[in-house]
């Protein structure tokens, strides 16, 4: 089974079970929910793409020692 597809179901049921709770709130609280899931979101995104330099710094970095190291 793919990891990515199952991940996106468990995203996707998660999602239509939060908007189907959220339907009993009143808008505004709908509203403020909605703006904060996507806040959450945007954060995971950035947290991501932070993760992703910091590997392929640190992989960079370490390149970089072994060809130091072959020329000694």
Same mark, same amino acid.
């Given at each position: ?10 995203? @996707?049921?998660?999602? /239509? ?10 808008? !505004? ?6 703006? @904060? ?8 995104? /950035? ?8 590997? @392929?710094?640190?992989? !960079? ?5 072994? !060809? ?5």
């Amino acid at each position: 089974m793919n990891p990515a597809i199952l991940a996106g179901l468990i995203f @996707w049921g998660t999602m /239509a079970r939060v908007l189907s709770e959220l339907m009993t709130w009143s808008v !505004e609280h709908t509203q403020q929910g909605l703006l @904060w899931l996507c806040n959450g979101m945007w954060a995971g995104a /950035a947290g991501m793409v932070v993760y992703a330099v910091y590997r @392929w710094f640190r992989y !960079e970095r370490g390149q970089a020692h072994k !060809e130091a190291d072959h020329e000694r």
